[in-house]
């Protein structure tokens, strides 16, 4: 990919949580970029530190307890970790870069009607009155696809759906018009028949707004609809990155091979599934080399003693292994 | 209505009715949810019956219903013959521990006070369920029974990872030798790896101690491939039910193929571009009249807001609560 095309590059980003005595090496090291209106998914189970990940680039990781340790995050030809944070505030967080999470209930202020919420955002980034900012708001829920938006603009949250008030996030956290969106599992909490509209709305957006796409996921079907590429990952680490395609298709890391396996509806027909044996590691006490092997199946004696570096296996297929 | 032998059937329901009693607004008028309204439902000796749905169609309230955990509004459930509404105390006490339930939560369903063995023991104890030799054994081997250590006895709920949790509610549940399970959400906490473990320690275990399973859960995925009958319910009521391969392999009802039209494959190569349902479900106060469907419905005629459509065998065993099939 050609520099010009890169939106954002993370470089061995480590985000450590020091608490009662103990570091929790949460983020450990990770690799990633995104293209300009490219989608990215970031898989993996509870606690590998996905999440983490986008906050650090949002750089909403807050000391104490957590921090930050090491690595580059460059947006947009800058490297957000030298900013400070009234010019994160200003220019970053909301504007060029934003996010909505798993729960919109909690998302939004209860006290606080949409509209009011909405404005406030618009004209925290924007130079508009607050008239202005209101015809906006209801132009974003329009574009959304909420009906009556001009009487929505008035309601308090509790009012809305779940599926309608996330449609409300999402019309909020785009009304600047971020180059980079991040979804935090934007329909874990939500109906499988809405999750299918919000991820319809998700695409119709992208190709109106043309912003790129993070999106946090622990389901595999939702990157499979939504993403180009997919990075997959394991306590800390990123142990693979790709094209949706090729992952999902010629997963190399046995930690990818093995999560798809025990996924239904990807051909596991068989009525025994496949499991992977033990639970996810302590990040206080990571196991020495590749965080894996105690529950690798093909674990060597170089995995116990090495971390495993990167390899590229064919061109923007990345993985993290040393078999 | 269905066509199972009368000595195999476990669990017979018939006109079951839940309403909840609701105040609209502060001062508003009396409102009543129809969380459940009119089931029929017969589940055979040692076999799965799955139930899918949206989140308020009511599967739970149905669940909660069968353990009597509240009060249906009208209707009747037989287990082996005996009518659990109409129970005393005593007699309730003695049926249940015949059915026992495993819930979605596995941090909120153990009592974080109570040491494993506890929570166990106290459960057997309750359901009046005696053994003739010591509880500290057999509790024991129940845990090794669903792939956790002896010696777990002693510890208490935090100290366990939530895959790890559902295992002791699992051996909580098997623990009075149930007959039946209701297995509401009993993955829907947990991540794909562990939640695959679970499934495979329900399947073993169903086999082994020759359990029926009612198991609910909103994740088609795992009702697809625990189950070998499924219901699919909107609103309070079952829109069809049918052996599994009949229901995904030939769905009737509009819902249900909406509803399997949203699941998402994991694969990248079959993308859904088209939203096969739009808007979403209704309140269950005051639900649509006739057809609870029909106003989300492609096919929807006149007769459809009108009549509520009854369940009609469409093909053996396979029930369908639809005016155009």
């Given at each position: 990919m050609?520099e010009?095309d890169t939106l954002l590059t993370v470089q061995g980003l480590k985000t450590?949580?020091?608490?009662?005595?103990?570091?929790?090496?949460?983020v450990d090291g990770i690799d990633f970029t995104i293209g300009k209106?490219e989608t990215v998914g970031l898989v993996g189970?509870?606690?590998c530190g996905k999440t983490v990940s986008a906050l650090s680039v949002m750089?909403?990781?807050?000391?104490?307890?957590?921090?930050i340790?090491d690595g580059k995050i460059i947006f947009d030809?800058?490297d957000l970790l030298?900013?400070?944070?009234?010019?994160?505030?200003?220019?970053?967080?909301?504007?060029?870069i934003?996010?909505?999470?798993?729960?919109?209930?909690?998302?939004?202020?209860?006290?606080?009607?949409?509209?009011?919420?909405?404005?406030?955002?618009?004209?925290?980034?924007?130079?508009?009155?607050?008239?202005?900012?209101?015809?906006?708001?209801?132009?974003?829920?329009?574009?959304?696809?909420?009906?009556?938006?001009?009487?929505?603009?008035?309601?308090?949250?509790?009012?809305?759906?779940?599926?309608?008030?996330?449609?409300?996030?999402?019309?909020?956290?785009?009304?600047?018009?971020?180059?980079l969106?991040i979804?935090d599992?934007?329909?874990?909490?939500?109906?499988?028949?809405?999750?299918?509209?919000?991820?319809?709305?998700?695409?119709?957006?992208?190709?109106?707004?043309?912003?790129a796409i993070l999106l946090i996921t622990?389901?595999?079907?939702?990157v499979?609809?939504?993403c180009r590429k997919v990075a997959v990952m394991y306590?800390g680490n990123i142990v693979e990155y790709g094209s949706v395609?090729r992952i999902?298709?010629?997963?190399?890391h046995?930690?990818t091979?093995?999560?798809?396996?025990?996924?239904?509806?990807?051909?596991?027909?068989?009525?025994?599934?496949?499991?992977?044996?033990?639970?996810?590691?302590?990040?206080?006490?990571?196991?020495?080399?590749?965080?894996?092997?105690?529950?690798?199946?093909?674990?060597?004696?170089?995995?116990?003693?090495?971390?495993?570096e990167r390899v590229e296996m064919?061109q923007g297929h990345y993985v993290y292994?040393?078999? | 209505?269905?066509?199972?032998?009368?000595?195999?059937?476990?669990?017979?329901?018939?006109?079951?009715?839940?309403?909840?009693?609701?105040?609209?607004?502060?001062?508003?008028?009396?409102?009543?949810?129809?969380?459940?309204?009119?089931?029929?439902?017969?589940?055979?000796?040692?076999?799965?019956?799955?139930?899918?749905?949206?989140?308020?169609?009511?599967?739970?309230?149905?669940?909660?219903?069968?353990?009597?955990?509240?009060?249906?509004?009208?209707?009747?459930?037989?287990?082996?013959?005996?009518?659990?509404?109409?129970?005393?105390?005593?007699?309730?006490?003695?049926?249940?521990?015949?059915?026992?339930?495993?819930?979605?939560?596995?941090?909120?369903?153990?009592?974080?006070?109570?040491?494993?063995?506890?929570?166990?023991?106290?459960?057997?104890?309750?359901?009046?369920?005696?053994?003739?030799?010591?509880?500290?054994?057999?509790?024991?081997?129940?845990?090794?029974?669903?792939?956790?250590?002896?010696?777990?006895?002693?510890?208490?709920?935090?100290?366990?990872?939530?895959?790890?949790?559902?295992?002791?509610?699992?051996?909580?549940?098997?623990?009075?030798?149930?007959?039946?399970?209701?297995?509401?959400?009993?993955?829907?906490?947990?991540?794909?790896?562990?939640?695959?473990?679970?499934?495979?320690?329900?399947?073993?275990?169903?086999?082994?101690?020759?359990?029926?399973?009612?198991?609910?859960?909103?994740?088609?995925?795992?009702?697809?491939?625990?189950?070998?009958?499924?219901?699919?319910?909107?609103?309070?009521?079952?829109?069809?039910?049918?052996?599994?391969?009949?229901?995904?392999?030939?769905?009737?009802?509009?819902?249900?193929?909406?509803?399997?039209?949203?699941?998402?494959?994991?694969?990248?190569?079959?993308?859904?571009?088209?939203?096969?349902?739009?808007?979403?479900?209704?309140?269950?106060?005051?639900?649509?009249?006739?057809?609870?469907?029909?106003?989300?419905?492609?096919?929807?005629?006149?007769?459809?807001?009108?009549?509520?459509?009854?369940?009609?065998?469409?093909?053996?065993?396979?029930?369908?609560?639809?005016?155009?099939?």
């Open positions: 050609r010009t450590h949580f020091f608490a009662a005595g103990q570091v929790v090496r949460a209106g189970e509870t606690g750089r909403l990781i807050y000391y104490p307890p957590g921090k340790v030809g800058q030298r900013f400070s944070e009234r010019r994160v505030r200003q220019e970053i967080r909301g504007a060029k934003s996010m909505i999470f798993q729960e919109p209930r909690t998302s939004m202020n209860p006290v606080f009607r949409i509209g009011q919420q909405m404005v406030e955002v618009i004209r925290l980034h924007q130079r508009l009155s607050a008239k202005e900012a209101e015809k906006k708001a209801i132009e974003m829920l329009e574009h959304v696809k909420i009906p009556e938006a001009s009487r929505v603009i008035n309601y308090y949250p509790h009012e809305l759906s779940g599926g309608m008030l996330q449609r409300a996030m999402i019309a909020m956290e785009l009304s600047c018009n971020p180059l969106f979804a599992e934007p329909t874990t909490a939500l109906d499988v028949t809405i999750q299918a509209q919000i991820l319809q709305l998700m695409r119709r957006m992208q190709e109106k707004m043309k912003m622990h389901d595999l079907g939702v499979a609809q939504l306590a395609e999902f298709e010629h997963p190399i046995p930690y091979g093995a999560l798809f396996r025990s996924v239904l509806g990807l051909g596991n027909e068989q009525e025994r599934l496949d499991t992977i044996p033990g639970e996810v590691p302590d990040l206080s006490e990571p196991p020495p080399g590749c965080k894996f092997h105690p529950r690798c199946n093909e674990a060597r004696e170089v995995c116990r003693q090495r971390i495993p064919e292994c040393h078999l | 209505m269905e066509s199972f032998g009368l000595n195999n059937a476990l669990v017979e329901i018939k006109g079951l009715k839940k309403f909840f009693e609701v105040q609209k607004g502060f001062f508003g008028e009396k409102a009543l949810v129809k969380a459940v309204d009119d089931v029929d439902l017969t589940i055979s000796k040692q076999e799965t019956v799955g139930l899918v749905g949206e989140s308020g169609c009511g599967k739970t309230t149905l669940g909660r219903l069968i353990l009597r955990l509240i009060e249906p509004t009208e209707g009747t459930v037989l287990f082996e013959g005996r009518n659990l509404c109409s129970c005393q105390k005593q007699e309730l006490r003695s049926v249940r521990r015949f059915i026992q339930a495993i819930f979605q939560d596995p941090f909120s369903s153990l009592n974080p006070r109570m040491s494993v063995g506890t929570i166990i023991g106290r459960n057997m104890k309750a359901q009046g369920f005696k053994l003739d030799f010591g509880y500290d054994r057999y509790i024991k081997e129940l845990l090794e029974s669903v792939g956790l250590r002896a010696e777990f006895t002693d510890r208490y709920p935090h100290e366990f990872s939530g895959g790890q949790r559902q295992r002791i509610a699992v051996a909580r549940a098997i623990a009075t030798r149930p007959k039946l399970i209701i297995a509401d959400e009993p993955t829907s906490a947990l991540d794909v790896s562990v939640q695959a473990q679970i499934l495979n320690l329900l399947m073993e275990l169903q086999r082994s101690h020759e359990i029926t399973f009612l198991f609910i859960s909103h994740n088609i995925h795992v009702v697809k491939h625990m189950s070998q009958r499924v219901g699919v319910m909107y609103l309070g009521k079952i829109v069809e039910i049918a052996p599994k391969e009949r229901l995904f392999n030939n769905p009737m009802h509009p819902y249900t193929r909406a509803l399997l039209g949203s699941m998402l494959e994991p694969k990248p190569t079959q993308r859904k571009e088209e939203v096969p349902l739009k808007g979403e479900v209704p309140s269950p106060i005051n639900p649509p009249a006739g057809c609870r469907f029909h106003p989300r419905c492609n096919f929807k005629k006149e007769d459809c807001s009108i009549e509520p459509p009854g369940l009609v065998e469409v093909e053996t065993d396979h029930y369908v609560a639809c005016h155009f099939v």
